[in-house]
């Protein structure tokens, strides 16, 4: 298998920039990871109908490690609300595989419309530094259930560790700022292994794939992404608890708006 340096160091950076991000704000790294991956595979002349499936399912499988990553990292604060990650979970999983099942019948070109509705729409809650009005409690059971399922559905719709859905949500039910952020992190890795599985089940039986790929999941990517985003995560983790990354919320929000027009022009293009 033949690989540019240049796409190696491209990848590699990509894990750097997602990781500590992942850390940072509780998000997986999945809204630049989309993006970055749908463009480096188009560039590589990867099939048009599956470089955005095989995005969002990298992206998935990257999760996987970074929110161990930057879990240990939260947890060592005594961050991480366990009882919340235990109820919410089950629906997750359920989700997440659901979320793979729509992505297989959504074409390339709705899937990244899908993409950038999301991707604007958490823009500009980021922009405004919208904060839900803790107005209740967390619910119970069926209640918990449901909640993790929309979670889990629209994380493996877009690749992403749920922590533009999750952390909003802890917050409308009174679960502090920081420790929503935490929490989601440990969220991302149900998230991350369900949608994982799914893309994969999904796309078991694909042809043209190009080499290297296992279906939707392209494994240079992942491998060369996950040697740096597992660094930098924890990085983003401890500076999660240290600064005041409203400014970083903005200036991240600003390059969320440039990656969603550019997976609208995607998928109108397509």
Known sequence: MNIELTLIVELLVLGCISGFLAGLLGIGGGMLLVPALTYLATAQGFPVGYVVKMAVATSLATILFTSLASVRAHHKRGAVRWEVVKLLAPGIVVGSLLGAQIARLLSAKTLALVFAVFVTYSAVQMFIDK?????????????????????????????????????????????????????????????????????????????????????????????????????????????????????LKRAFACLLFVLASYMASKGLAA
Not at 157 to 162: E, I, K, R
Not at 163 to 179: D, Y
């Open 131 to 247: 904060k839900p009005k803790p107005s209740r409690q967390l619910p119970k059971g069926a209640g918990m259930f449901g909640a993790g399922t929309v979670i889990g559905t629209l994380s493996s719709l877009v690749g992403a560790g749920g922590g533009f859905i999750s952390v909003p949500f802890m917050a409308w039910c009174n679960v502090a700022i920081h420790t929503a952020v935490a929490t989601s992190s440990a969220l991302g890795f149900p998230i991350a292994l369900a949608g994982t599985v799914g893309y994969l089940i999904v796309g078991w039986n694909l042809q043209g794939v190009p080499e290297g790929s296992f279906g939707y999941l392209y494994l240079p990517a992942l491998v060369l992404v996950v040697a740096t985003s597992v660094i930098f995560a924890p990085l983003g983790a401890r500076a999660a608890h240290t600064l005041n990354v409203k400014q």
